[in-house]
């Protein structure tokens, strides 16, 4: 079967690009790495979408794993390589790009569409706006990780790659189809192996998918996921009981919108949230008493309400300086952050196996969050069913201790103040009316 391959450097990424796809009508499944893949059994999905969790790491590290998912299926018959980039720009975006060019070893070329209109990304003169704001004026520069120190996705790229880029500017692509074609191809002729175009609307990205189509160029698809979705539908055909009914989330990210959107959730259901000291996931001879005692205070009231969760901070104040603890413990920061995020997973198992199915749905905040609760319940990933808000995706967890338990997840920067409100609502619409606990596969 002919296949799409996403290759994103986080599991929210990955998803988000996935039910873009999903809607589309294509099975589309995530999974945390290669390894959780296998060819015979997943022989019948138009979509795998990998994790490399590469976002944060060393740039050759990063290569490396790109290369090996492009490595592993190269040879099968894959219409189109996707590399999914962060919406903001963040991560190691031109050593993965090289990656997949590099091991693909022909004349492929890789068309950069940096947008994501819906979530109020947009690219002008190869300029990345947020919100109508420069993406280096934003909080998102300011990433402990990843910081960002320009707003042009060309020269970000190209100082990565250390080769410029081919550009297209917004002028070619509101001349619509024909234009966009012609350029694409000066641009290859030029000898350019990446290419950025700039878009505005979902409507100049589909403009883009069909010129890319129309000029016979091979080429890979680097966006957040609106270009591939588009690039996709040009290339494949389109394929054709009770649950429990309480909603558990699980909280790492510590940015101040996500205390907002947390606010706000109390507002709408006066959920049971449950406060994690992180310091105290961190330190080995307090782990396992705090874990032991969120775990009894959730237990306790948990009867009492349809929304129930467990957060690692409430007060801006409360957050950790995690440079300082790495030091004093002689390891890395993303260790540290390793810590804590293993901790809320052990957290969120141990409820789920101790509130006898009660519990339907999941969502989680934070992309190592996220992937820390799906290692712990022993997924092999998420099929991806609908997207509840620009880069919040529903699914389905893949088999694991909790096989088939629906789930959406979010990374702590996306969303308006209801963003969480927004998921939830979804989560107990689905418990209530389509979701199948004789599904579930539980193991003690």
């Given at each position: 079967m002919s296949k799409i391959v996403i290759i994103a450097d986080d599991l929210t990424g990955a998803n988000a690009t996935s039910v873009l796809l999903a809607r589309q009508g294509f099975k589309a499944t995530t999974f945390l790495n290669l390894n959780k893949y296998n060819a015979q059994e997943h022989k019948d999905l138009n979509i795998i979408s990998i994790s490399t969790d590469s976002r944060g790491i060393e740039k050759q590290l990063a290569y490396e794993k790109v290369k090996n998912v492009v490595d592993f299926f190269k040879n099968e018959d894959v219409k189109l390589f996707a590399k999914r980039i962060d919406s903001t720009l963040r991560g190691n975006i031109g050593s993965e790009i090289s990656a997949i060019l590099d091991n693909l070893n022909d004349d492929t070329i890789a068309i950069v569409v940096p947008s994501f209109p819906a979530s109020g990304r947009v690219c002008i003169g190869g300029y990345l706006m947020v919100n109508q704001v420069p993406l280096e004026n934003t909080d998102v520069a300011k990433d402990p990780k990843t910081p960002i120190f320009t707003s042009?996705?060309?020269?970000?790229?190209?100082?990565?790659?250390?080769?410029?880029?081919?550009?297209?500017?917004?002028?070619?692509?509101?001349?619509?189809?024909?234009s966009i074609k012609d350029a694409i191809?000066?641009?290859?002729?030029?000898?350019?192996?990446?290419?950025?175009?700039?878009?505005?609307?979902?409507?100049?990205?589909?403009?883009?998918?069909?010129?890319?189509?129309?000029?016979?160029?091979?080429?890979?698809s680097v966006d957040p996921g609106p270009f591939t979705a588009a690039l996709s539908e040009e290339l494949m055909e389109v394929p054709a009981d009770e649950p429990g009914k309480k909603v558990m989330l699980t909280v790492g990210s510590v940015s101040n919108l996500t205390r907002t959107q947390l606010d706000e959730l109390k507002l709408r259901y006066s959920p049971l949230l449950v406060a994690v000291s992180a310091a105290n996931l961190i330190y080995d001879d307090t782990r396992k008493d705090e874990i032991g005692s969120v775990v009894e205070k959730v237990l306790q009231d948990v009867s009492d309400y349809d929304v129930?969760?467990?957060?690692?901070?409430?007060?801006?104040?409360?957050?950790?300086?995690?440079?300082?603890?790495?030091?004093?413990?002689?390891?890395?920061?993303?260790?540290?952050?390793?810590?804590?995020?293993?901790?809320?997973?052990?957290?969120?198992?141990?409820?789920?196996?101790?509130?006898?199915?009660?519990?339907?749905?999941?969502?989680?905040?934070?992309g190592d969050v996220t992937v820390a609760v799906c290692s712990a319940l022993g997924s092999a990933g998420i099929e991806v069913k609908d997207e509840v808000l620009p880069l919040a995706v529903y699914g389905r967890i893949i088999k694991g201790v909790y096989d088939n338990m629906p789930i959406i997840t979010k990374g702590g920067l996306i969303g308006d103040d209801k963003a969480i409100i927004k998921c939830v609502d979804y989560l107990l619409t689905k418990l209530s009316n389509e979701y199948h606990s004789k599904d579930i596969k539980v193991e003690n």
């Open positions: 042009s996705a060309v020269k970000l790229i190209g100082d990565q790659m250390k080769v410029k880029p081919g550009f297209i500017e917004l002028d070619k692509v509101l001349k619509g189809t024909d191809i000066s641009e290859k002729d030029k000898g350019s192996k990446v290419i950025v175009i700039d878009a505005t609307t979902d409507d100049d990205i589909l403009k883009i998918a069909k010129a890319v189509k129309l000029s016979g160029i091979k080429a890979i129930v969760g467990v957060i690692t901070t409430s007060k801006e104040d409360e957050v950790l300086n995690l440079t300082d603890i790495a030091n004093e413990l002689e390891i890395s920061e993303d260790e540290v952050s390793q810590r804590i995020s293993d901790g809320l997973a052990e957290i969120t198992i141990e409820v789920l196996k101790k509130t006898d199915s009660i519990i339907g749905g999941l969502f989680t905040s934070g």
